[in-house]
């Protein structure tokens, strides 16, 4: 198929699968005197609906349990739901525990393995169920799926992770099973070789129209019906320079985040457009909310945006792109 086919072919996709998501409510409107909350969208082939922002646990390492407590309030105060934490983060699976106890019965808990083995994936899944304070992970998921055969095969192949997420399952600690993936190629993969409930993708307005990052793999899950949850809706481009790193309050994270309102509302706009589930904002509280915030005022993309998105994505460096791989 000729790339000009595949382009029209794209866009075509992209118009009809901005189908619900653009249509749909993104702010779920409130009683007299209460405060608005996010809206929600299924959550796959299931019936479970999560909210259109997601929580990243990987922002609590950095925090204080009472601060974390409070994080956790917050996001729940303005509707958020499903909650994300991997033991690669950190002490973020010890913060959470607590700071969710109170409102797991309400919420959507996804957890993560980058053990590939049965054994390994059994001791890491029985730690972070002891860790979380709870008897079950609504979503379970191979975290960091990179390349095709180390992680993909690796992981569904005999004596692999699946083996013992699939027999989670069969027991109850487990009620669906998804992947995260940093390439297409091994995201394309996983998803030919195994019928997963959700997929996490980096998706971004930056990646998407200037990196080539993101269309083969949307189209590919909304073609089986899986969820999508998206990483960096919120990552704006590579650090320029070590000097503009440098000078930024955001220094520590590894790519520069959006961080101005303006453009905030064109990328959730977009991402939110898109027929995507959920979006994860970088785990970075003032970032967090301030993706909430615009989730919560935010409408579905015009023409007029969509342009707007265009120009600011042509003068970015996109942080994910065709060909580069982040592990």
Same mark, same amino acid.
């Given at each position: 198929?000729?790339?000009?086919?595949?382009?029209?072919?794209?866009?075509?996709?992209?118009?009809?699968?901005?189908?619900?998501?653009?249509?749909?409510?993104?702010?779920?409107? +409130?009683?007299?005197?209460?405060?608005?909350?996010?809206?929600? /969208? $299924?959550? @796959?082939?299931?019936?479970?609906?999560?909210?259109?922002?997601?929580?990243?646990?990987?922002?609590?390492?950095?925090?204080?349990?009472?601060?974390?407590?409070?994080?956790?309030?917050?996001?729940?105060?303005? @509707?958020?739901?499903?909650?994300?934490?991997?033991? #690669?983060?950190?002490? #973020?699976? %010890?913060?959470?525990?607590?700071?969710?106890?109170? !409102?797991?019965?309400?919420?959507?808990? &996804? &957890?993560?393995?980058?053990?590939?083995?049965?054994?390994?994936?059994?001791?890491? =899944?029985?730690?972070?169920?002891?860790?979380?304070?709870?008897?079950? !992970?609504?979503?379970?998921?191979?975290?960091?799926?990179?390349?095709?055969?180390?992680?993909?095969?690796? #992981?569904?192949?005999?004596?692999?992770?699946? *083996?013992?997420?699939?027999?989670?399952? $069969?027991?109850?600690?487990?009620?669906?099973?998804?992947?995260?993936?940093?390439?297409?190629?091994?995201?394309? +993969?996983?998803?030919?070789?195994?019928?997963?409930?959700?997929?996490? !993708?980096? =998706?971004?307005?930056?990646?998407?129209?200037?990196?080539?990052?993101?269309?083969?793999?949307?189209?590919?899950?909304?073609?089986?019906?899986?969820?999508?949850?998206?990483?960096?809706?919120? &990552?704006?481009?590579?650090?320029?320079?070590?000097?503009?790193?440098?000078?930024?309050? !955001?220094?520590?994270?590894?790519?520069?985040?959006?961080? *101005?309102?303006?453009?905030?509302?064109?990328?959730?706009?977009?991402?939110?457009?898109?027929?995507?589930?959920?979006?994860?904002?970088?785990?970075?509280? %003032?970032?967090?909310?301030?993706?909430?915030?615009? #989730?919560?005022? &935010?409408?579905?993309?015009?023409?007029?945006?969509?342009?707007?998105? /265009?120009?600011?994505?042509? $003068?970015?460096?996109?942080?994910? /792109?065709?060909? $580069?791989?982040?592990?």
């Amino acid at each position: 198929m000729s790339d000009s086919v595949q382009s029209v072919n794209r866009r075509e996709f992209l118009k009809s699968a901005a189908f619900v998501t653009a249509a749909a409510a993104i702010a779920r409107s +409130a009683p007299a005197g209460q405060p608005q909350t996010l809206a929600r /969208r $299924k959550f @796959g082939r299931t019936d479970i609906e999560v909210s259109v922002v997601g929580f990243s646990g990987l922002m609590l390492s950095a925090m204080t349990q009472e601060r974390a407590d409070k994080a956790v309030a917050r996001a729940v105060e303005h @509707g958020v739901n499903i909650f994300d934490v991997a033991p #690669a983060y950190g002490s #973020a699976q %010890e913060k959470m525990g607590p700071a969710l106890k109170p !409102f797991r019965k309400d919420v959507f808990l &996804c &957890c993560k393995t980058r053990q590939r083995t049965a054994e390994g994936a059994a001791k890491e =899944l029985k730690r972070s169920l002891e860790l979380l304070q709870t008897d079950h !992970f609504d979503l379970y998921q191979l975290h960091a799926i990179v390349d095709p055969v180390k992680d993909v095969e690796a #992981a569904l192949g005999r004596g692999g992770a699946m *083996e013992t997420i699939l027999a989670a399952r $069969k027991a109850g600690q487990i009620r669906y099973i998804g992947i995260t993936a940093h390439t297409t190629e091994a995201a394309i +993969a996983a998803m030919e070789k195994f019928d997963f409930d959700s997929i996490m !993708f980096p =998706l971004n307005f930056v990646s998407f129209h200037t990196g080539d990052f993101g269309p083969k793999i949307l189209q590919t899950a909304v073609s089986k019906r899986m969820a999508v949850l998206a990483i960096k809706p919120l &990552c704006r481009q590579e650090w320029p320079s070590a000097e503009y790193r440098k000078a930024s309050r !955001f220094r520590n994270m590894w790519y520069e985040p959006i961080s *101005e309102p303006a453009e905030a509302q064109l990328a959730v706009r977009w991402a939110l457009s898109q027929p995507i589930t959920t979006i994860l904002p970088p785990a970075n509280e %003032e970032v967090f909310f301030l993706g909430v915030q615009t #989730a919560l005022e &935010c409408r579905p993309l015009d023409e007029q945006a969509a342009e707007q998105v /265009r120009a600011l994505a042509g $003068k970015l460096k996109p942080l994910f /792109r065709a060909g $580069k791989v982040i592990g």
